[in-house]
């Protein structure tokens, strides 16, 4: 494998992210839709940019990985925080590039770290927590395993919320938010996935009988009951 390279999938390659990387991800397009307003990176200027990699990548409990297209092209980032390496857990943080989602990028890159995560760093788990309105993002976490193992309800700071409660342009994720004493919540899903169901899920990825169409339809009708 190449220099800083850890793993490989069918549409991505995943890295070690590097300090160039923070100004790939600054020229990155801004999301439309405000409900993720809060993914795009913070503008910065060059001192800005040195000192913010150089405090992320000094950490002991944070890790940074850059994801590239087929073109090599950097259009995602992965995150570990709050790593315990002697529990083997850490929490997940992955974005796309807005003008690339939905093109299965993100699935592919997180199914082949979770490879390295579990064979080549030895973790047991790894955890995250989804906004319940977040249905592409939690798609892509149960096609790579995650089950859902609770819930909570916290602040995020996003402009569009006073309008989630009152647009009815947003009337279908209306219930996911209210408000709080301090301004407005959202309903957070917790996930978990481990090895063992990681490998299981690749597994039954590769089925040709798991028909996406059905899956998807399970997929709606789980994170309504939750
Ligand atoms: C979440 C994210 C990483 C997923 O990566 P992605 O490349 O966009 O996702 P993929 O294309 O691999 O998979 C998305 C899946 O969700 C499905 N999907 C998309 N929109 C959906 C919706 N509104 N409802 C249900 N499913 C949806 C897609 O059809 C696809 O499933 P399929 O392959 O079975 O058809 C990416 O969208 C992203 O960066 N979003 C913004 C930041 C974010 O939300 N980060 C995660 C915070 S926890």
Same mark, same amino acid.
């Given at each position: 494998?190449?220099?800083?390279?850890?793993? =490989?999938?069918?549409?991505?390659?995943?890295?070690?992210?590097? #300090?160039?990387?923070?100004?790939?991800?600054?020229?990155?397009? #801004?999301?439309?839709?405000?409900?993720?307003?809060?993914?795009?990176? =913070?503008?910065?200027?060059?001192?800005?940019?040195? %000192?913010?990699?150089?405090?992320?990548?000094?950490?002991?409990?944070?890790? @940074?990985?850059? $994801?590239?297209?087929?073109?090599?092209?950097?259009?995602?980032?992965?995150?570990?925080?709050?790593?315990?390496?002697?529990? *083997?857990?850490?929490?997940?943080?992955?974005?796309?590039?807005?003008?690339?989602?939905?093109?299965? %990028?993100?699935?592919?890159? %997180? @199914?082949?770290?979770?490879?390295?995560?579990?064979?080549?760093?030895?973790? #047991?788990? @790894?955890?995250?927590?989804?906004?319940?309105?977040?249905?592409? *993002?939690? =798609?892509? /976490?149960?096609?790579? *395993?995650?089950?859902?193992?609770?819930?909570?309800?916290?602040? +995020?700071?996003?402009?569009?919320?006073?309008?989630?409660?009152?647009?009815?342009? /947003?009337?279908?994720?209306? +219930? !996911?938010?209210?408000?709080? @004493?301090?301004?407005?919540? $959202? %309903?957070?899903?917790?996930? $978990?996935?481990?090895?063992?169901?990681? !490998?299981?899920?690749?597994?039954?990825?590769?089925?040709?009988?798991?028909? *996406?169409?059905?899956?998807? =339809?399970?997929?709606?009708?789980?994170?309504?009951?939750?």
């Amino acid at each position: 494998m190449a220099e800083g390279i850890v793993a =490989r999938g069918e549409k991505t390659t995943i890295r070690w992210f590097e #300090r160039a990387d923070v100004d790939k991800r600054q020229r990155w397009t #801004r999301h439309t839709d405000p409900l993720y307003s809060h993914n795009d990176p =913070r503008p910065m200027v060059g001192r800005e940019r040195d %000192l913010w990699f150089l405090e992320r990548s000094s950490s002991s409990s944070y890790r @940074m990985f850059a $994801v590239d297209d087929l073109q090599e092209e950097m259009i995602g980032w992965i995150t570990l925080r709050n790593i315990n390496k002697s529990a *083997g857990t850490s929490v997940l943080g992955i974005a796309i590039e807005p003008t690339r989602m939905s093109q299965g %990028l993100g699935t592919d890159a %997180l @199914m082949a770290f979770l490879d390295y995560y579990f064979r080549s760093l030895g973790f #047991r788990e @790894m955890w995250l927590d989804v906004a319940a309105f977040n249905l592409r *993002g939690i =798609r892509c /976490y149960e096609k790579c *395993g995650f089950r859902f193992v609770g819930k909570h309800w916290t602040e +995020h700071p996003t402009s569009a919320f006073p309008a989630v409660l009152s647009d009815q342009k /947003y009337k279908d994720i209306a +219930h !996911y938010f209210r408000r709080s @004493m301090l301004g407005v919540e $959202v %309903l957070y899903l917790d996930m $978990v996935v481990d090895r063992t169901s990681y !490998y299981r899920q690749k597994a039954a990825n590769k089925n040709a009988g798991d028909s *996406g169409e059905e899956s998807g =339809r399970l997929h709606q009708r789980r994170v309504a009951s939750w």
